[in-house]
């Protein structure tokens, strides 16, 4: 392959393969999860454990191990490969295909992977720089190759660890590359930044709503009166008396040629939307089907997403979803339609334990849904909830808006500085601290 025909006239920048630079001892040779009878099973799955990490797990450059699976310590001892490290650059390879991000987790000393996912592990600092590596899977050239080689939009697209052998990979010099992996990491400092922000305003609205209909220590608790634990006044109500809709979505006809969206089973995720999951369809919607700021989208059907819960807290564009999820919207004159969203979306593990039909086939009723009953406190509180949670989410909000553009401007400068049309030679550039320390074990490496 020519440098030349990718439009790269960088003569500083070398083409190797993957099993180039495994002889090169600059890689360790990548290897998946564990095949056959040895995969873990879902029975295995456990609350808390090591991270047992599916492609769907990893999401915008990120583990989700809030919501991967997750595995004992004495069975992921028993297993023979699969063994991802902090550092260890993680490629999606099976279904979902491309997909990248760099383990750093501190609970436990590994993370387990499934056969969907390769990991990468540097041998030679002196040579690769780890989250170049991983920039540079993210780089289009890449991607398409790896897209067209595992036959992405299959059913059936896969790319094994001998076919990844083959897959090509640039590397300029080695203080290049650390150059090239700061200024990237600088913006996704900027992102995790946003990213813990946000987790700490879902923290407040939690535990404000702990606080209010839990624990019952709402504004002025201290003069109501409690009769059996619930303070008088507080009723309990049916979500189908309280719902002006619960119905399923529509059944899309998907076209790439059109700017709307579908929301799918996937896009439901700790307890948001979503949106790179989504399909682009064609299809005309009924008005009731358009999803509408503080919506719950609920998963009913299928296996492993089953009722999962997600609350719309964005204004949402023409949005719409399937037949595999349920819109559920409050009536405005019955319920506040923020306490009613905050409520429904703590029913999660509830919906999850409903799920009726045969092994293999689950789904979660309409019905089903309009038979849960919830504490309905006075209005006036719901009202006092809502302006302190609506202005939770109008921060969210623009936190959300910043870390796309934020993303956006990565993602152009990922392809300008990868392909060598914008110089970094030149550039004194201050590494962040996670930069020093891969600096320090080059130099390690190095000297020894």
Request: positive net charge; charged residues 25%; proline residues 5%.
């Amino acid at each position: 392959m020519s440098l030349a025909k990718l439009g790269i006239k960088d003569e500083a920048i070398r083409l190797f393969t993957v099993r180039e630079l495994i002889e090169k001892d600059w890689l360790y040779k990548p290897l998946d999860g564990n095949h056959g009878e040895i995969h873990p099973k879902s029975e295995d799955f456990v609350a808390v454990g090591v991270p047992f990490v599916m492609a769907s797990d990893i999401v915008n450059g990120r583990v989700d191990y809030a919501q991967c699976n997750h595995i004992t310590r004495k069975q992921a001892d028993s297993l023979r490969k699969g063994f991802a490290h902090n550092g260890d650059v993680l490629l999606t390879h099976k279904a979902t295909i491309g997909r990248t991000a760099i383990v750093s987790y501190a609970k436990q000393p590994y993370i387990m992977l499934t056969p969907q996912v390769t990991y990468y592990r540097v041998k030679n600092p002196c040579e690769i720089n780890n989250k170049y590596l991983r920039y540079f899977f993210d780089f289009q050239f890449f991607q398409d190759t790896i897209q067209l080689w595992a036959g992405a939009g299959s059913t059936r697209a896969y790319l094994g660890i001998t076919e990844q052998k083959k897959l090509p990979v640039l590397l300029p010099g080695i203080e290049r590359q650390e150059k090239i992996a700061s200024i990237l990491s600088a913006y996704d400092d900027l992102i995790e930044s946003n990213h813990r922000r946000i987790g700490l305003l879902e923290q407040m609205a939690e535990e404000l709503y702990r606080e209010w209909f839990v624990r019952f220590r709402f504004p002025g608790y201290q003069q109501v009166k409690f009769e059996k634990t619930i303070p008088q006044g507080w009723e309990p109500k049916k979500l189908g008396d309280l719902c002006r809709l619960i119905k399923r979505g529509i059944t899309p006809k998907y076209s790439d040629d059109s700017p709307r969206l579908v929301i799918n089973q996937r896009c439901i995720r700790n307890g948001g939307v979503d949106l790179s999951a989504a399909r682009q369809h064609d299809t005309k919607v009924p008005t009731e089907k358009i999803i509408q700021h503080a919506d719950v989208l609920i998963n009913s059907t299928g296996v492993g997403t089953l009722g999962r819960v997600s609350v719309v807290e964005f204004e949402p564009n023409n949005l719409t979803c399937d037949t595999h999820v349920t819109i559920c919207r409050a009536n405005a004159k019955k319920v506040n339609p923020y306490f009613f969203a905050c409520t429904v979306a703590r029913l999660q593990q509830h919906f999850e334990n409903l799920a009726v039909g045969s092994t293999g086939q689950t789904e979660l009723g309409r019905e089903e849904i309009a038979k849960v009953k919830i504490l309905l406190p006075p209005e006036g509180l719901q009202t006092e909830f809502a302006k302190r949670i609506s202005s939770f989410w109008m921060i969210k909000i623009a936190l959300t808006g910043s870390l796309k553009n934020l993303a956006e401007q990565r993602d152009q400068l990922l392809t300008r500085l990868i392909s060598g049309k914008l110089p970094v030679d030149k550039l004194d550039i201050q590494f962040p601290p996670s930069m020093c320390e891969a600096d320090a074990a080059r130099q390690e490496v190095a000297h020894a």
